[in-house]
């Protein structure tokens, strides 16, 4: 859609300066519209339903019928306290971020599809204050992609199933339908939106630049939707009720919909002449439903994912319900399938990334052996998280990324049998939950995850270079100097052939006036010195080596004192913005 170039662009020269579209926020919260409760489709709802009464088959043909001829449903089929249907109807809705199209001079952004966690039921009934498309998480990293010229959206989707079933075998044919028609309301969203853009476009999206964005069970949700294609893949063998019988599938697609979510006796979407073809995955936990679904020329992706995390397996292993704690399908984690796209050839448009603070901390903990998980070699697209050992009756963490408000409704509900609230049983696995680490962990998700969209979506300069090293050099070498510095810690030691022993990686590509920095005492005690003159700094950020922000600082100066202050010993890492570019050096306090 056409739009004239407002006059306040003509003001925001600064704004553009040493800062790109899509890695840095342009924008800001006041330039972002939210538009809530956008409609996208209505479907069955399997939550409310009562698909055993008599009644379904007469009502399922009425709805059928209605919606074929383009007709009103009726009140009561929305409405779950009416009886006088058993099947009920919900209308799904979504929320949209976008840069104000009164400022924004781009007319065609590309767009991410966030999909929220909840274990595929709604809070409290999950036995979690979190599981919306309104969750804190869902509406910061909403926000953050708006401010750097995303369109993002985080839509609702159909939730329903019993984690009380009597046996693995029930309770795992229930979840796998949960997700199989969570697919299909992606794919009908997906669709929704292509079709808007090819006529008004009102959001100003490109539908061929689309990312999915999932988190907890929206991370299996966003993988399932990205690869699977084929009617054959719901008949793996663990997809059946009877592994010796190749013909069933736990999913009855005569039933809940083709793979597209068409043509089901208990479905309503109808095809609009558009796919659902999305082009980037990402995933903050979940896993993959099995390898054989991934396949050569399938969307890049990025995995962010807790190395110990205790429901969703980091390797290989079986998925566990934190509703009740049951097991329900062994699937592959990200340690597992990221390697496996690598070998596919899905992540080579970004897989000789420079090494920023971010890929550099992921590519120092690749190979390593953590407490007994080792973290896999060739992991390119993987960020693992490695989160403390908390003794019980604290567990391991999956989604250090999660905070919400202790005083909320959903998280004031005591949990039946238990005698808790579902607050008291979400710290178990995120034990200091809160908004200033949850924002942390998002820091490191945007900082890792947004240049290889721009590099596989080719949405702006992609600092490739030659492979870099491979971790945060751990003590103060020197050039000429073996890489091992003499302590008893090696795994940051390992370097290639392409680094030094100050711990710079090469192949960087920087502006001219960072050949002169002096960065002076190197480490120090109270403060570093930052002398530049070739050139003004413009801002700087100070990162630890797990990718966290500890510092950033708008300067304008050829002298920076970095004074120490509540930071704690160790090495950061000191990005340094000029009006030609970044470079990132290594500093450290002893």
């Not at 401010?147 to 329903?160: C, E, F, T």
């Not at 984690?163 to 969203?189: F, M």
């Not at 068409?262 to 609009?272: C, D, E, F, V, W």
Request: charged share 15%; hydrophobic share 40%.
């Amino acid at each position: 859609m056409k739009r004239a170039l407002p006059l306040l662009l003509l003001a925001l020269p600064a704004l553009a300066v040493a800062q790109q579209r899509y890695i840095d926020e342009v924008f800001t919260d006041g330039q972002v519209v939210i538009t809530p409760n956008v409609p996208f489709g209505t479907n069955i709802d399997f939550l409310t339903s009562n698909l055993a009464s008599p009644n379904v088959p007469a009502e399922v043909t009425q709805l059928q019928t209605l919606v074929s001829t383009q007709q009103p449903i009726p009140a009561p089929f929305f409405d779950p306290t009416d009886g006088s249907t058993a099947v009920k109807v919900r209308e799904l809705r979504m929320d949209i971020y976008e840069p104000d199209q009164n400022v924004d001079a781009v007319t065609e952004r590309p767009m991410v599809l966030y999909i929220h966690t909840g274990n595929a039921l709604p809070p409290p009934q999950n036995g979690s204050p979190v599981g919306t498309r309104t969750d804190s998480c869902a509406v910061e990293v909403c926000k953050r992609m708006a401010r750097r010229g995303y369109v993002a959206v985080s839509m609702s989707y159909r939730l329903g199933w019993n984690p009380l079933a009597a046996t693995e075998e029930e309770r795992r044919g229930q979840l796998l339908n949960a997700i199989y028609r969570a697919i299909h309301d992606v794919r009908q969203c997906v669709r929704t939106h292509k079709e808007e853009a090819a006529a008004a476009n009102t959001y100003g999206i490109d539908p061929d630049k689309i990312i999915v964005l999932g988190e907890g069970t929206g991370g299996y949700i966003a993988l399932a939707h990205t690869t699977l294609d084929k009617g054959s893949e719901l008949f793996v063998e663990k997809f059946r009720p009877d592994p010796f019988n190749p013909n069933v599938s736990y999913v009855d697609t005569n039933a809940v919909g083709n793979l597209a979510g068409l043509n089901g006796q208990l479905t309503l979407y109808r095809s609009n002449g558009f796919d659902h073809e999305t082009h980037f995955c990402v995933n903050m936990g979940g896993a993959l439903a099995d390898t054989t679904w991934a396949e050569a020329g399938d969307a890049p992706m990025v995995a962010f994912h807790t190395v110990f995390d205790p429901f969703a397996p980091f390797t290989y292993g079986i998925v566990i319900v934190p509703t009740t704690g049951g097991p329900v399908v062994d699937v592959p984690g990200s340690n597992y399938f990221i390697p496996w796209v690598n070998g596919l050839g899905n992540q080579t448009s970004f897989a000789n990334l420079t090494n920023d603070p971010f890929t550099a901390r992921a590519r120092s903990l690749y190979g390593q052996t953590i407490d007994g998980v080792t973290i896999a070699s060739g992991a390119e697209g993987l960020f693992p998280v490695v989160r403390p050992r908390w003794t019980p009756p604290a567990s391991d963490e999956a989604s250090p990324w999660q905070w919400w408000d202790p005083n909320s409704p959903a998280a004031t509900t005591v949990i039946p049998g238990l005698g808790i609230t579902t607050h008291q049983a979400s710290l178990a696995s995120n034990p200091d939950m809160s908004g200033a680490k949850g924002r942390a962990y998002l820091d490191t998700v945007m900082g890792y995850m947004n240049p290889r969209i721009v590099c596989a979506l080719q949405l702006g300069p992609c600092a490739l270079g030659t492979p870099d090293c491979l971790g945060v050099i751990d003590g103060p070498d020197q050039p000429g100097q073996p890489c091992d510095d003499g302590d008893a810690n090696t795994i940051n030691d390992a370097w290639t052939a392409n680094c030094d022993c100050v711990g710079q990686p090469v192949g960087i590509a920087e502006p001219a006036a960072a050949a002169a920095l002096v960065i002076a005492p190197n480490p120090a005690i109270d403060a570093v010195r930052i002398s530049s003159p070739a050139g003004k700094v413009l801002s700087y950020t100070l990162h630890t080596p797990d990718g966290r922000l500890v510092r950033n600082s708008t300067v304008n100066a050829d002298v920076i004192i970095l004074q120490r202050g509540e930071l704690d010993g160790g090495a950061y890492f000191l990005t340094l913005e000029f009006a030609e570019g970044r470079a990132v050096r290594r500093v450290a306090f002893n």
